[in-house]
């Protein structure tokens, strides 16, 4: 087996008099592993940016004036 990321919901709710509990469990390991590569991503976009503007802003330095 393995470990999930799980959601889970719960109501109490009256069978035949009888007071249950009433769960939705849904698996959301898939999701929580998307979510995570978005945010690595976003990292990675971020850096790049910074690393394109200061390598703009060097070449402007660079330029005769």
């Not at 469990?25 to 790049?48: C, F, G, N, P, V």
């Given at each position: 087996?393995?470990?999930?990321?799980?959601?889970?919901?719960?109501?109490?709710?009256?069978?035949?008099?009888?007071?249950?509990?009433?769960?939705?469990?849904?698996?959301?390991?898939?999701r929580k592993?998307?979510?995570?590569?978005?945010?690595?991503?976003?990292?990675?976009?971020?850096?790049?940016?910074?690393?394109?503007?200061?390598?703009?802003?060097?070449?402007?330095?660079?330029?005769?004036?």
């Amino acid at each position: 087996g393995e470990t999930r990321t799980v959601e889970v919901h719960c109501a109490r709710i009256t069978v035949d008099g009888s007071t249950r509990i009433f769960s939705i469990i849904h698996d959301i390991s898939a999701r929580k592993r998307a979510e995570q590569e978005l945010e690595r991503l976003a990292h990675t976009a971020t850096t790049l940016t910074g690393l394109i503007d200061g390598l703009r802003q060097e070449s402007a330095a660079a330029l005769p004036a």
